[in-house]
C-alpha cells in the first residue's frame, strides 16, 4: 500500500463523523477520552500558561514556570503518581510497579518553551506520558508495571534565558559541572542567583546529588513533536527517531571603534557591524556547500564532508549592537551561532574553519573577535532494541486505530536537539515523533491533530504495557 494511501486513509480517519468514530469510541483498549480528549484539552491549558499576554513565552524559573509546575504536579497526581520538584525545577512523578528496585524507565519532557512558542513543543511528551499512566491507574494495572516508571518534566531544554541547554536534564544527568551555576544571563544575574530569588539555596553539594545513580535507571523514551516534514510528506503520525543531530552554540562577540555615523570617511572606519555582516555571510555559504571550504585532513574525513552536505544547518538567531543608535558607528555587534549536523567530526571541522575565518575577517578590518563556545552536545544514536520496541507499541496503536496498515513505522533522524541527548549521558534513550502539519515548530503555527495526539498516547500505552 502507498504512503499517499495511508495518508488519505489517516486524514480520513482524523474528521470521521457520526457512527464510525462512534465505533471506534466503544473501543474498550482506544481509551480516547484520556488518551484525545482529555490530554489535548491538558495541551491548551498549559499553553495558557505563559509570562507574556499575547504569546506564549515559559523559561526557566519565570512565574508562568512556576504556575505551570503546580499543574503538571496535579495531573501525576491525578495518575497515581508519588510527586516531586527537584531543585532545579524538574518535576517528578514516580510509580514504583510490582518490583520497586528494580531500575526504572524515565520518561518526559520540557515544559519551557522558547518566545513566541507552540503549545505542543515538550508539552506533548509530557502529556502523553501522564495520560498513558492515568489509563493503567484508572484500569488497576499502574502498580503491575514490571519496573518503576517515572515521568519527568524538565525545567529548561530550550536555554532561552541562559543561553545553556538542557540545565534540567543535564542536571538529572550529572553533566553540568558545578560552574553552571556561575553562567549569567543577559541582566548579569547568574543561575545561582536566580534561584536564590526564588527562594532555593543551591549548594555544589546539594548540585551534585540531583544526577541520578545510572544503575537506578533503565532506560529513557521521549515522545516529541517531529519538528520538520517527513512524518507528514510520507502519510504517517508517528516515527521512532534513529538519532539525534549534534550542536554547538557559539556567542561572537566583535568589537571596533564607536563614532559619529556622519563624520567617520569610510576608509578610516573600524566598524564590527560591516565585519559581523561578512562574517555571517560567509557562514551561510560555508554551511550551504561545506565541500568547497573544508579539506579532506585530520579535521575533516571524506565521508564526514559528504554527511555534512546532507545534514548540516547553521543558523544565526540573535544578534545586538551598542549602543544600537541609527547614527553612531557600533562600537560592538554580538550575535550567536547555531550549528548541528549528524556527523561529529564534520561539525567540529565546520567550527574550526569558521573560527578561522571569524578571526580572519577580524583581522582585515582591523577590529577585535572573540568567539565562545556556550554549548556542545554530540549527536545521539539511540538504541536499537528501544528503538525496536518504540516502532512495534507504534504499530500496535496505530493498527488499534486503522486495521488495514501495511507500510512499517517510520524511522528517521531528528535535527533538533531534545532532553534526550542530556539524558543518553546516563542511559539508554529511545525516541517517537509525533507528526506535525508543515513540519512547523518554535511558531504559533505549531500544530498537531487530534487523532495523532491520541496516537501518542497509546503508542505510550502499549509500550508501557510491554516493559
Sequence with gaps: MSSLFFFLLFCLLS???????????????????????????????????????????????????????????KWMEDAGLRTWVDQMGNVHGRVDGANANDAALLIGSHMDTVVDAGMFDGALGIVSAISA?????????????????????????????????????GAVAGILPATTMEISDKRDVTIKDFLKENSIEITEESFSKLKYD??????????????????????????????????????????????????????????????????????ESLCKHPEEFLSYDAHCSDSSAKSLSSSLVCTVGEISTWPSASNVIPGQVTYTVDIRAIDDLGREAVIYDLSNRIYQICDKRSVSCIVEHKHDARAVICDSDMSSQLKSAAYSALKKMEDDIQDEVPTLMSGAGHDAMAISHLTKVGMLFVRCRGGISHSPQEHVLDNDVWAAGLATLSFLENL
Design 15 to 73: 474528521s470521521l463523523s457520526g457512527s464510525e468514530t462512534a465505533d471506534l469510541e466503544k473501543r474498550d483498549d482506544l481509551f480516547p477520552q484520556i488518551l484525545r480528549d482529555e490530554a489535548v484539552a491538558r495541551l491548551y491549558e498549559l499553553s495558557k500558561v505563559s509570562d507574556a499576554s499575547g504569546y506564549l513565552e515559559r523559561t526557566f524559573f519565570s512565574p508562568a514556570s512556576m504556575r505551570a509546575i503546580d499543574v503538571i504536579q
Design 133 to 169: 499512566l492515568k489509563v493503567m491507574h484508572e484500569n488497576g494495572k499502574l502498580q503491575k508495571l514490571r519496573r518503576p516508571v517515572e515521568v519527568i518534566a524538565f525545567s529548561d531544554e530550550e536555554g532561552v534565558r541562559f543561553q545553556t541547554t538542557f540545565l534540567g536534564s
Design 214 to 283: 545510572p544503575e537506578s535507571v533503565w532506560g529513557y523514551v521521549e515522545v516529541h513533536i517531529e519538528q520538520g516534514p517527513v512524518l507528514e510528506q510520507v502519510g504517517f503520525p508517528l516515527g521512532v527517531v534513529k538519532g539525534i543531530a549534534g550542536q554547538t552554540r557559539l556567542k561572537v562577540t566583535v568589537r571596533g571603534s564607536q563614532g559619529h555615523a556622519g563624520t567617520v570617511p569610510m576608509s578610516m572606519r573600524q566598524d564590527p557591524m560591516a565585519a559581523a555582516a561578512e562574517q555571517i555571510v560567509v557562514l
